[in-house]
């Protein structure tokens, strides 16, 4: 699951005078605990119910996309070490308008994690009595559900404004209580209950490749593994980063797919066959809105559903708060670097942007409406991250045409093929999500370039001294980019018309993706452009004290 620690409050330090003072362990680290999130708790019923046993299958291919994209990101990262790169990389590439793009990409992604915490402390609740009556049937909120969801966002804001700094340093401890649960949970389960006839009673994978591609996307799949940046965040803080980072990178997501695989192996074998008598679509167990905490107490492990229930409501509580205060600090990102109102600086005594946290309640208040379920909003959340982080390879590919000689602390093997196939596969995700999330994130983008290139106009017509300087032709590629994915998902067979059948889709978004990624390339600015452009963004890890 994605954070945005960098997000949280530091030491004002410029890059220049980082310390490199971070193992390869405390860059694995910090990652895992991102990657190691909710999405543990619902992503293993969700996904075998989209895929059948071949959600197996579905967690390696999603574990190899996240490696592309990590890869491409590891040497960024190196040449970059701010806090928030992964939305800079395009605004260094292509200026102010893909700038402003990817960073309304990075706000949405982050401005929605808190919500679907709520909604997933409020699926495990409902094992209580008092909460029985906050979801339906189908998991969406009920309207006292809802009314609960808006409460327990507001205890994120006000928790917010009395002192969150104090959350940002209980992260290791946290990290060890996310990793271990799991964990002890997978041998616990796995040593009491293990039928192997589970795997092909109802056949392996019943629904086919559409529903191994679909749980990609849509089960939660990717959102558990994105969290991979948290190392190259610390880039300019590693010993060794031409050494460390790739093997952090590689190493957490390889521990994060490795216990989500097997999380997903002993759920499946766990599992009563009368749970999925009627296929793995119909699984159905009293609990189930809570799975892993329903699954113990059926196979007769009471004492460890006591300790899932309260996890579920600790981890994604700490999670959510968090991202409260990052989207805060997006918010305050994005008015410093001139895409939208000052009132986004303005601080109070703790030096917490109060504006920023009253519009993260709103937009989480806002997202109960369109997405009322934990499921319905994690393709959501899929979809904006992968799209904030395939900035990155067209990046690549612009700064090794334009910057060859600019210091590299990794340097990515076979970057010229890697960069551009790691492009096609965000493409994939994306497109997996189906059309009835991508129309929606289409609106939430639209509404972006409303409110900030709304304001970016109104600042440069009235030579506001920040007014951030567009450059179209450089960024001429992004509004064909976002439309053609959007007829693409429409036509196409994950929720549009069906008119572009299996297989055949791969191949016009592979197609499509790699003239999206030439056509990006060509039209770059000239070098000293970039470099200037690197020179004039200011690093704003944290609003000024």
């Known amino acids: 699951m994605v954070t945005v620690d960098s997000a949280l409050p530091k030491a004002t330090r410029g890059p220049s005078g980082l310390r490199r003072d ?26 075998v119910v989209m895929a059948g046993p071949a959600a ?57 994690v808190a919500p679907i915490e709520v909604e997933a402390m409020i699926g495990y609740a409902g094992h209580w009595q008092f909460a029985q009556g906050f979801q339906h049937s189908d998991g969406t909120l009920t309207t006292s559900g809802f009314f609960v969801a808006v409460f327990l966002m507001a205890v994120f804001v006000v928790v917010n404004f009395l002192g969150i700094r104090i959350l940002a340093h209980t992260n290791s401890a946290a990290t060890w209580w996310k990793v271990a649960i799991p964990l002890a949970t997978i041998f616990i389960i796995a040593l009491t209950n293990f039928h192997p006839g589970n795997f092909t009673s109802e056949g392996f994978a019943p629904y086919g490749a559409k529903g191994v591609l679909s749980a990609i996307s849509t089960s939660g799949i990717i959102f558990a593994l994105l969290g991979f940046e948290q190392a190259i965040q610390l880039a300019g803080e590693s010993r060794n980063p031409k050494r460390d980072l790739p093997r952090a990178t590689l190493g957490s997501v390889a521990i994060g797919s490795v216990i989500y695989v097997l999380l997903q192996v002993v759920y499946i074998a766990a599992l009563p066959h009368t749970s ?33 229930y309260l996890d579920a409501v600790v981890s994604p509580g700490g999670t959510g708060l968090i991202y409260t205060t990052a989207t805060s600090r997006l918010s305050f990102g994005l008015s410093r670097n001139g895409y939208a109102p000052k009132v ?50 067209l990046a690549y590919g612009v700064f090794a045409d334009k910057l060859p000689h600019h210091d590299r602390p990794y340097r990515l093997p076979g970057g010229k093929v890697l960069s551009p ?3 096609v596969v965000a493409n994939l995700i ?51 980019y976002l439309i053609g994915m959007g007829l693409i998902s429409w036509q196409g067979g994950f929720g549009g018309e069906g008119h572009i059948g299996l297989w055949w889709d791969v191949v016009v978004i592979a197609a499509f993706s790699l003239g999206i990624y030439y056509w990006a390339r060509a039209t770059a600015p000239r070098s000293e452009e970039i470099e200037r452009s690197i020179g004039e963004v200011a690093v704003t890890e944290a609003p000024a004290h």
């Open 430 to 480: 994306i497109y997996w999500a189906r059309w009835d999330t991508l129309w929606r994130l289409g609106v939430a983008i639209i509404l972006g370039y409303v409110l900030l290139g709304g304001y970016a106009l109104y600042a440069t017509r009235k030579g506001l001294p920040d007014a951030p300087r567009m450059n179209f032709r450089a960024a001429q590629w992004l509004p064909a």
């Open 421 to 423: 196939l790691s492009f």
């Open 22 to 47: 971070v193992s390869l362990i405390g860059l694995m680290w910090a990652s895992v605990g991102s990657i190691i999130g909710s999405g543990w708790l619902y992503g293993a019923e969700k996904a």
């Open 56 to 112: 197996i299958i579905s967690w390696l291919i999603g574990a190899i996309a996240i490696v592309l994209l990590a890869l491409v990101h590891a040497e960024l990262g190196g040449m970059f070490p701010v806090a928030g790169g992964t939305a800079r990389y395009p605004h260094y590439a292509f200026g102010g308008l893909a700038g402003m793009s990817f960073g309304w990409f990075a706000w949405l992604q982050a401005a929605t």
């Open 344 to 393: 986004f600086e303005k601080t109070d005594a703790r030096g917490v942007p109060w504006f920023g946290l009253i519009l993260s309640f709103v937009t989480g208040v806002v997202c109960f409406l369109p997405f009322p379920s934990w499921q319905q909003l994690v393709g959501f959340i899929t979809s904006a991250s992968v799209l904030m982080y395939a900035g990155a390879p």
């Open 276 to 308: 999925f008598a009627h296929g793995w679509s119909g699984l159905d167990y009293p609990g189930i809105s809570g799975p892993w905490a329903g699954l113990a107490t059926l196979v007769g492990l009471g004492w460890l559903s006591v300790v899932l």
